[in-house]
């Protein structure tokens, strides 16, 4: 089946029929939980993180979100923005078993689960346990089960490919699903902003803007060659979802052979305490990824790049696999704290797992469940 805005076939499963994705996407999903748990935070602005001077949001509610506090935010500047601000340190076992709980109602629907985070999953239910056909019903049977067990609200996404669904999730949120189908996929592609584009950093933003590309439509028009040129193996990638096209699986419980995530900054840095706060969603977003695809990890690599974009990796294995955030952020700090007094100005940071392996249930932390 060929969308008729698009240049080449959209590909189908194996047995011939377009894919029904969903992108499920909890709520400001720490916070959330915090708010659920203590009925006093309800209503109230609240961040999940450290008010330290060095501290990072980790998740904010969505009344602190009205005062232009974000995730991945420094603590300082989000008290600057709402000074009523109410920090909570995060729990991450409560937080580890709600994920659990909201895994099972998934699994109810389909097999084909890709756990993104403890928050978020894409759901193949072009074939489904409940031999149901509408994938717009399965997605809001599921935002409702949840709500249902665990007091929490999800909005999801449903489209034909991953990226569309993962879009998708974002347009109707708090509590809400979108709907992108292959009719409408390239022109929805084609007036969003490269910079909302999933897999798009600000650093590839920038890059893109300074080639005259803003949208959609400026990404779709420029060349295969042009792309490879510019942006080396994510040409490709580039190329099909400005045409809305994505033909990634839902691959369910994979055990990567290593997990990362790097941020360019605005500023160059020098010292160690803005390193550190820079540091601090990339390892949240790793050690997410471990929790909640039930892996550990041994091997913990920090990398730097300069100014002048030479750069370093320093790495770190341990014996036993990492069992809690606090231990990766140990390691972290014993990699970085070497690299000071800096002798140029750092231009990013990275931090990655590897050596990854499933859990043994022996070695799975006790949850604990606060209802």
Known sequence: MADEANDRPIEPDAQGAIRKIIHCDMDAFY?????????E?????????????????AAASYEARAFGVFSAMPSVTAQRKCPDLIFVRPRFDVYKAVSLQIRAIFAEYTPLIEPLSLDEAYLDVTENRKGMTIATEIAEEIRAKIFAITGLTASAGISYNKFLAKMASGQNKPNGQFL????????????????????????????????????????????LDF?????????????????????RLVKPDRVRRS??????????IHAFAPAREGLQPLIEKVWGHCEANEIGAKTVTLKVKYADFTQITRSKTLPAPLTAISDLE????????????????????????????????????QLRLAL
């Open 41 to 57: 935070l309800r209503g109230r602005p609240v961040a999940v993180g450290s008010p330290a001077a060095r501290g990072v949001v």
């Open 259 to 268: 997990v990362g995530a790097e941020d360019t900054f605005s500023q160059d």
């Open 330 to 365: 140990e390691v972290v700090d014993l990699l970085l704290g070497p690299i000071f007094p800096a002798q140029k100005g750092i231009r990013l940071l990275g931090v990655s797992l590897s050596s990854l392996e499933e859990r043994r249930p022996e070695t799975t932390p």
């Open 31 to 39: 916070a959330s939980v915090e708010q659920r748990d203590n009925p």
């Open 227 to 247: 792309l490879i040129q510019h942006f080396g193996k994510s040409g490709p990638y580039f190329f099909d979802i400005a045409r809305g096209i994505d033909n």
């Open 180 to 223: 992108i189908t292959p009719r409408n996929g390239a022109r929805f592609v084609e007036q969003l902003p490269v910079k909302k584009f999933h897999g798009v950093g600000p650093a590839t933003a920038e890059k893109m803007h300074r080639l005259g590309i803003e949208t959609g439509a400026d990404l779709k028009i420029k060349k």
